[in-house]
């Protein structure tokens, strides 16, 4: 049982911020370790399927995906949780897809937002290895709106 963090909340200036890369020596270190065992922690009490480390007050470039079956997406893919350090979209289909998001850090609020339907994804493991891979869907919503986190961008000012 890891750490459960607290989340910060809509009108928090750090959800605001451009978070920071994580740097090439951070890699592989007990803190990046840590975080994302937190950061993982957190989003399953909170039953979340995805979440930043900007949204526990730690403006660094790192989400969580982890795309399961949920009340408003049955037919959701169920995929192992997925830490992304400095992520970066590298290709959006140009075709995109309408769909309800929510967020941890803004409570009691679901809108439909608009997104490219297929993404491609660039990003580091927690050792430091780099992977490209693409999601579309749902997973591929959780990806854009985790990104969004990283940039300070919340989902309510794509409504
Ligand atoms: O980043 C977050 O605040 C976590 C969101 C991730 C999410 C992004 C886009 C679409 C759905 C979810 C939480 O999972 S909000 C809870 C939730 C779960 C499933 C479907 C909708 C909302
Ligand atoms: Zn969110």
Redesign the pocket.
Known sequence: MSVVLPIAQRGEEILTFKAASVAQNEFNSAWLEQLALALQAT?LE???????AP?VYVSKRVIIVASRP????PDAPEMPAVTMINPEIIEYSTETCF????????PEQ?GQ?ERAYVVKVRYFTVQGEQIEQSYEG?PA??VQ??ID?LNGIL?VERL
């Open positions: 989003m909170r039953h979340g399927v995805g979440i930043a949204q949920n009340p408003r997406y769909g309800e998001e929510g967020c941890l850090s803004v679901r937002v749902f919503r959780i709106h985790e986190h989902f």
